[in-house]
């Protein structure tokens, strides 16, 4: 089908899908605790969802059972919410989920400390953060997909961590995902060249260890290689002749200071 151009009133619309999934992600992100399972949070996210006007996104997607995937410490990315998991004091939790809006798609993602965790956790979500603002920085007209890629790629490996290669972002619009694919590692000046009118879901995906991962067998969820942690962030967003324009905002939200 190739990049599916948005207009500006098209952007304008999917801004109710990306402050929905912004906003249930981030009321997800406070029941976050030692003591509650995964699956308590995911059916607080599709009640939240509905209740706002929207639609789960991930809910039934290729038979995705879950309203949000939920990955614990060395779990990437598709963890499927369970009874059966119960968040412990020290873990991180990746949670990823979405809404539809009149059709229109937005997809983000959050890790979040689980009560007291350990400086090096707590480095690696920082980190991992950071990556995702340095990708969507450069998600700017004129340059290059590979200008976010190297974004990202060149602030997580210096700070030794292990970019994920098999997962990668999307385009995103109607569907939630369209091309192109968004990759979190790359070489400056390579690649398509980023116009107005692309909307991108930028999605950092960092190892404490090796880049490398392993699929599970109940063909969602995705593991770490060396069974050390990893983190996940992800925005919506647009890019729009005066640069990048978040469409999972969060109009409250303050980047945290080193």
Known sequence: MGIIIKTASEIEA??????????VLRKAG???????????????????????????AFKGYA????????????QVVHGIPSAHVVLKDGDILSIDTGAIVDGWVGDNAWTYPVGNVPPEKKRLLRVTEECMWAGISAARPGNRLGDIGHAVQSLAEREGYGVVREYVGHGIGRAMHEEPNVPNYGHRHTGIVLQPGMVLAIEPMINM??????PMPDGWLVV???????????????????????????????????
Not at 14 to 23: D, K, L, V
Not at 227 to 239: D, L, M, N, Q, R
Not at 248 to 255: L, N, V
């Open 30 to 56: 406070r029941l976050v605790q030692p003591g509650i399972s995964t699956l308590e949070i995911d059916e607080f996210v599709e009640a939240e969802i509905r209740a706002a006007g929207g639609i789960p």
């Open 14 to 23: 999917m801004r109710e899908a990306g402050r929905i999934s912004a906003m």
């Open 209 to 214: 260890g090796t880049r490398k991962t392993r």
């Open 63 to 74: 038979g995705f059972p879950g309203s949000i995937c939920a990955s614990v410490n060395e």
């Open 224 to 258: 770490t290689k060396d069974g050390k942690p990893s983190a996940h962030f992800e925005k919506t967003v647009a890019i729009t002749e005066d640069g990048p324009v978040v469409l999972t905002e969060e109009p409250d939200y303050k980047r945290p200071v080193d």
